[in-house]
């Protein structure tokens, strides 16, 4: 799968959770996902940030200043969020586990078994999957 056909597949399952997700799609989505998020919070640090902050009355604001606004950045992780949980369920859906194991991301620990499902190799195909939808 490509990089591209992987982010559109990732915006037109925006809420889908039946199906599955290669590891190329996830990781890709992920990839874009980082790369858009870095972009934005360049633009907010320099641009964007002052400016927001000079319109709520704030002076002598600078660049990247940490009182400066991130207005495009909570607007791209809000954007993100959805589609981000939705594809890492179909992963584990690939990987043959149900999609509630994300509930481990909300511990500390359990992140390290959620990475390990991630990296995992999906299910051969004539394998039976009662997630894969």
């Given at each position: ?51 927001w902050s000079t319109w709520q009355g704030a002076e002598d604001v600078l660049p990247f200043d940490q009182d ?66």
């Open positions: 799968m490509s990089f591209f056909k992987a982010i559109s597949e990732g915006f037109a399952n925006y809420f889908n959770f039946n199906g599955t997700a290669s590891r190329t799609q996830f990781w890709f989505w992920l990839l874009f996902v980082t790369i858009a998020l870095c972009f934005a919070l360049i633009i907010d640090g320099l641009y964007l940030g002052p400016m400066a606004g991130q207005p495009l950045s909570i607007f791209l992780l809000a954007l993100f969020a959805v589609p981000t949980i939705t594809i890492s369920g179909r992963r584990l859906h690939d990987s043959g586990y149900s999609a509630r194991w994300l509930l481990l991301a909300l511990t500390v620990i359990g992140i390290l078994p959620l990475l390990y499902f991630f990296f995992k190799k999906g299910l051969k195909s004539g394998t039976p999957n009662p997630y894969s939808g």
